[in-house]
């Protein structure tokens, strides 16, 4: 009975600061508990990356863990269904198949994609992970996340799947920031030797980046040569009609 109520109690807490960042004081009388057992209940939520403090002031709000599940309750069916017409023009428009993954955990999911008829192609990744650091879909799903969730991930292993993944937590960092500039991301050779890809993210009604479309070639020839900027501007801009979509219930 002690753990179902402290799961119990647990769950008011985080109802308490469904409404915004909180202190201790504040949350334990929006959640009827003492302020001890609020502590103790925080520092167990923090743990589980479900509560985080906000820098500099001490309060507390909902963690990365929660939006994680959160961002699950979206139909992936209904995102695959949005986004198949323009993973097909995307894949007629490049010459290169063009796919779709979602986030799992501390990996990619690819849940969809779109092949071309050019007989020398990247094979079908559907229902395949990779770790989100490797692939340029994990580099978007990253760059959408808050700083300690980023950070909480390089601290973690970082699997190396081919010679020239990126592995070092400082180029990682640069990498995301420049998404955050551009608004795509590109890899080259670092999920898989001889395979090229670029991604962007799809955002939901909350504006939280909930999948990714991404298009991927054999790196001899894809990208052909300065058409890096392009090419990532085109995905990102299917991925901003999928959002919109996506926000409007199409």
């Known amino acids: 009975m002690s753990r179902v109520q402290s799961i119990e109690r ?17 949350i334990a009388e929006r959640a009827h508990l003492p302020k001890s057992t609020v502590v103790r209940l925080l520092r167990a939520l923090q743990t589980e990356a479900a509560v985080e403090q906000v820098a500099g002031d001490g309060r507390y709000r909902l963690g990365p863990r929660v939006s994680t599940l959160a961002a699950g309750l979206t139909p992936t069916r209904s995102i695959a269904a949005l986004a198949r017409p323009h993973l097909a023009d995307l894949a007629a ?13 501390r990996d990619v999911l690819t849940v969809d ?27 978007v799903f990253l760059a959408s996340l808050p700083p300690a ?37 590109w890899v080259h ?9 670029v991604a962007a993210g799809i955002g939901d009604v909350t504006g939280d980046v909930v999948a990714a479309i991404h298009v991927h070639g054999p790196s001899y020839r894809f990208p052909p040569p300065g058409t890096e900027a392009s090419l990532g501007a085109l ?5 901003a009609r999928v959002s919109t979509a996506l926000r409007h219930g199409a």
């Open 149 to 185: 969730a980023v950070e909480r991930y390089l601290a973690g292993p970082l699997e190396a799947t081919s010679a020239h993944t990126i592995t070092d937590p400082d180029i990682l960092r640069a990498r995301l920031r420049e998404v955050g500039r551009t608004g795509y991301a």
């Open 113 to 139: 994609q779109v092949d071309t008829p050019n007989p020398i192609s990247i094979r079908d990744w559907t229902g395949t992970r990779a770790p989100m650091h490797t692939v340029p879909a994990g580099h």
């Open 235 to 239: 995905v990102a801009a299917a991925a």
């Open 93 to 105: 428009a490049t010459g290169e198949a063009a796919g779709l993954s979602v986030p799992d955990g």
């Open 10 to 26: 647990a769950f008011r807490v985080l109802t308490a600061l469904s409404d915004g960042p909180s202190g201790v004081t504040t």
């Open 189 to 197: 050779d670092e999920f898989l030797d001889g395979m090229s890809s």
